[in-house]
Every structure is written in C-alpha cells, then in structure tokens.
C-alpha cells in the first residue's frame, strides 16, 4: 500500500517496537478503528449512505461493502462467488476489490453492518485465542493471494480501515477519529514513503532539500534532500539555509497521502519553492 524508506517524525513510532509488540499494536489499532467505524455506521441516517466519498467512484455504501467484503474473507468466509482478476500483484488495486463492492449492491445498510461486525469478531476472537507472534510468518487467509507476512497484513487493515473511516466521516459531516491508535499507525506508515515521493515522483535536481511539517493529532517533521544518485534521504541535524518548507495538519497530510484531494484544494503553507512544494504534495497519493 505504500512505498519508500524511513522518515524521521515525532511522537511513538511502531517501527521502535519489539517484533511482538509491534503485532499487537497492530491488532490493537485495527479493532480500535473497525469498532469507531461500527459505531459511525450504525448512527448514520439513511439518507446518508448514497452520499459521495473522496474514494473516487465510491458512495458511503460502497465503502461499507468493501470493509465487509476484505474483513470477511479475513474471517474465513467463502467467496468463490465473487470473480476477481487474477494475475501477479504485490497490492490490491481497483480491478480486485471492485468485485467484492459489486457483489454486495443490493444489500440494505443494516445487512452490511451486519457482515462487517460479524467478521470483526470472530477476528477478533483468533486473535485472543491466538495472537499472531512471527512477524515474518505467513498469516492463513490474505487478500488476493499477495505475498505479506503478518506485519505487512495486519499494517494495511489499519491503513485500509483507518483511511477509509476518514472517508465517511468527511462524506457525512462527522469529523472523529484523528487521535486514534489507527490514526497513529496510518499517518506514519504514510509518512515512510516521503523519501520515495521526493526522489523518485517529484525527481528534482540533486542537491534540492526539501521539509515537511505536520503539525496536530500526529505530527511528524521530515528534512529530505536528494543525493545525485536521484534518492532521497533524510537530513541529519539542522536542515539548511533557504530548505523549502510544505507546513500542514495530520488530516490535511492523509488527505493528500491518501490521494483524496490535491494540494489546490486543501489548506497548505510553503515556505521557499511553491512550485517544488505543490509538486511534492500532489504527487504523495501513496494508496492505490
């Protein structure tokens, strides 16, 4: 789900945990946001389930299908019904979760809500019967056949559900959700592809510095220059004179990483190259 190296940022960064630890502030964050997103749904009015999200394509409803969908087949549901493309992938990209949505576009919302609980259940209860403690291991059931071990599985569900309970609440006017344990672990497994962004989207001459700060729920603060090999890295120390700054809030920076909006239509602040800064931000849509 996303790409590139590490970044410096501030506040508990779930990559300094011990192996084990680190599961289990995964499973943590992930049970954390599907309960939010449950609670969100089963208050939402009916009206508000046809509404447009920022998932391109997607109403409230389809989103709904597609947690249901990812969650049940984690639980061990059986979904030789629904055809899905086949082919070698390393993410799940639009072509494949498509069907799953599609497959569910007569249910009611209360059916929907009804499968998406289910599933997080009896999840939720495998995990308390048996945690998952190899972080590198196979886990039994993962979506489209990818090759992720627990670690990779278990960040993107936090990712995925995460991302994707912003998506509601902007879509139906709830705001919530931003100091969350999901919060923490989408916001900066986001960040870990600034590097990537920079060097290799944005590709600028070698020598150009650029920072980030994010400032709010999760901040993180990140000084990047490009060597001339065209890869980023981060700056150690003091960033230099004249670094190019983009300054915004945890929200606006998922927004952006999430490929919701683009830099024209949130609130950003540059300080040095506009033009350098606006590029970068467009182009840190990290989420297929």
């Not at 997607?58 to 249901?68: E, G, Q």
């Not at 629904?82 to 498509?98: I, K, Q, S």
């Not at 576009?105 to 259940?121: C, F, I, S």
Request: include cysteine; aromatic fraction near 4%; charge should be negative.
């Amino acid at each position: 789900m996303t790409r590139g190296g590490a970044v410096h940022a501030g506040g508990a960064d779930p990559r300094t945990l011990r192996s084990v630890d680190l599961l289990s502030t995964y499973v943590t964050a992930w049970r954390d946001t599907a309960d939010r997103v449950l609670a969100l749904l089963r208050d939402l009015p009916s009206n508000a389930w046809d509404r447009c999200t920022d998932c391109p394509g997607w109403r409230v409803r389809d989103i709904v299908a597609h947690l249901a969908d990812i969650e049940s087949q984690l639980a061990g549901a059986d979904a030789a019904a629904v055809v899905r493309a086949a082919g070698d992938r390393r993410e799940l990209t639009p072509d494949w979760t498509g069907p799953g949505v599609a497959a569910r576009r007569e249910a009611t919302p209360a059916e929907l809500v009804a499968e998406l609980a289910e599933a997080v259940d009896r999840r939720a209860t495998a995990f308390e019967q048996h945690p998952p403690d190899d972080p590198g291991g196979r886990p039994p059931v993962v979506p489209g056949g990818l090759g992720w071990d627990w670690v990779t599985l278990l960040r993107n569900r936090v990712v995925d559900l995460w991302v994707h309970e912003q998506d509601i609440r902007r879509a139906v006017g709830s705001p919530g959700g931003v100091s969350s344990p999901g919060a923490e672990v989408a916001v900066r497994t986001l960040a870990a592809a600034l590097p990537y962004v920079l060097g290799k989207r944005v590709a600028p001459p070698a020598g150009t510095v650029l920072g980030i700060d994010v400032t709010g729920s999760v901040p993180l603060r990140a000084v990047l220059a490009v060597g001339a090999d065209g890869r980023a890295r981060p700056v150690d120390g003091d960033p230099p004179e004249g670094c190019t700054w983009l300054r915004t809030d945890t929200e606006t920076f998922a927004v952006l990483a999430a490929g919701r909006r683009r830099a024209a239509d949130v609130a950003v602040d540059v300080t040095g190259d506009h033009a350098l800064a606006l590029r970068f931000a467009d182009a840190l849509a990290v989420t297929p």
